[in-house]
């Protein structure tokens, strides 16, 4: 694609990628390490990202955002990943939420939520996994009745991202044998949040299990038309997440290659450097070559996204299946060239290789990614 070398080269670019890094390196990259023992982002890390407009950054700047094109918002992303997928993961969450709403919402429903999404004072999450409806999101039993004044919700949601902290959930449920999508304030009576502790990885994602007893749901709460809840709405938010999923891969990526580089350079085996060793400088070339292949292909689908071009979807797909497979082969190989000292939490490679794992999960499987890619149409053009 001719466009590829445009993107790279563009100096406005790289001016933007460096302003995002220093705003990483001050902003969240001190409080990864603490945020993920705790289980818990930081404050200060969601008031720099509020502050500094990344909450809310991609929507429109009629609502209150940034307006950001998929190519930068693909570097933001690229940069907080490399420090700390939770924080990513807020970003992910929030912003697919707020994108969707932006594209499917009435024009009541977007007037009033989205200028707050937009400038990060309310925070979004998105409920549609379920305990028997992971990947196969067509299971889900959350439901709709009509009530006197609406809507009344029932169900429960799992792994629900931010679960614990969000003022608004997009919820997926049945209605009258139809799927449908609709916001649901955090605070609505009837809404019971249960904090995941227990999780392997994005420790500091704040997840939550959301239960639904009987809760009054007001009609204009309701996202599209009934029936297009998984094939528009759901698909909307899952192509959106994918997307930044595969960007924050790239930064776990180049994390584990800029503390490999660093560590085989310093550190001395056999009175020899690490960087000396033949196998070492194999396994470095395939963490930096995988590094610099699953950024281009994120590039790629950033510049179709804003292109609007038919086969993002499947460039999306394809950056996230090669990234995110990358990112936890880079994190297995630096956690092995740091040896023991890669397995503690005196270094940040352990919790790499754990977040890399879940991103290889989310939002569509490694083995769903594999048997929906290679037989898309559009593979051809």
């Not at 239960?211 to 709460?221: A, G, L, R, V």
Request: with cysteine; charged share 20%; proline share 3%.
């Amino acid at each position: 694609m001719s466009c590829t070398a445009d993107v790279i080269e563009s100096p406005d670019l790289a001016e933007k990628r460096r302003a995002f890094r220093r705003f990483v390196d001050e902003h969240v990259r001190p409080h990864a390490t603490a945020s993920d023992r705790a289980g818990r982002l930081e404050p200060a890390v969601v008031d720099a990202l509020r502050r500094a407009g990344y909450l809310g950054a991609p929507l429109s700047k009629a609502v209150g955002g940034c307006g950001m094109t998929a190519v930068v918002y693909g570097l933001l992303t690229r940069e907080i990943g490399r420090a700390c997928s939770s924080a990513r993961t807020l970003l992910t969450v929030h912003d697919l939420v707020g994108l969707t709403l932006q594209r499917w919402g009435s024009a009541r429903l977007k007037a009033a939520i989205l200028p707050h999404l937009a400038q990060g004072g309310a925070l979004a999450a998105i409920a549609l996994s379920e305990e028997d409806a992971g990947s196969n999101a067509a299971a889900i039993t959350t439901a709709l009745s009509q009530s006197r004044d609406g809507y009344r919700l029932n169900g429960a949601k799992r792994w629900v991202s931010f679960g614990q902290l969000a003022d608004w959930f997009l919820v997926f449920a049945r209605w009258e044998g139809r799927f449908t999508a609709l916001m649901v304030p955090g605070a609505i009576h009837g809404l019971l949040r249960r904090p995941v502790t227990s999780m392997l990885s994005i420790r500091a994602g704040m997840m939550a299990d959301i239960e639904f007893h009987d809760c009054e749901i007001h009609p204009d709460w309701i996202v599209g038309r009934p029936g297009f809840g998984l094939s528009h709405v759901g698909a909307t938010a899952i192509d959106f997440g994918r997307y930044s999923i595969a960007c924050g891969a790239v930064g776990i990526a180049d994390a584990c290659v800029s503390a490999s580089i660093s560590h085989a350079r310093e550190r001395s085996q056999a009175g020899s450097k690490l960087i000396d060793h033949q196998l070492v400088r194999a396994r470095l070339t395939r963490m930096v070559a995988g590094a610099r292949a699953a950024g281009l292909l994120c590039l790629r689908a950033g510049y179709l996204r804003d292109t609007a071009e038919p086969q993002a979807l499947i460039e999306t797909m394809i950056a996230k299946y090669f990234a995110c497979g990358h990112a936890a082969a880079a994190a297995n190989d630096a956690v092995h060239l740091f040896g023991a000292r890669g397995l503690t939490d005196e270094y940040p490679l352990e919790r790499f290789l754990r977040d890399a794992k879940a991103l290889e999960i989310i939002e569509g499987s490694t083995e769903i990614h594999e048997t929906t890619i290679g037989g898309d149409p559009l593979l051809e053009r």
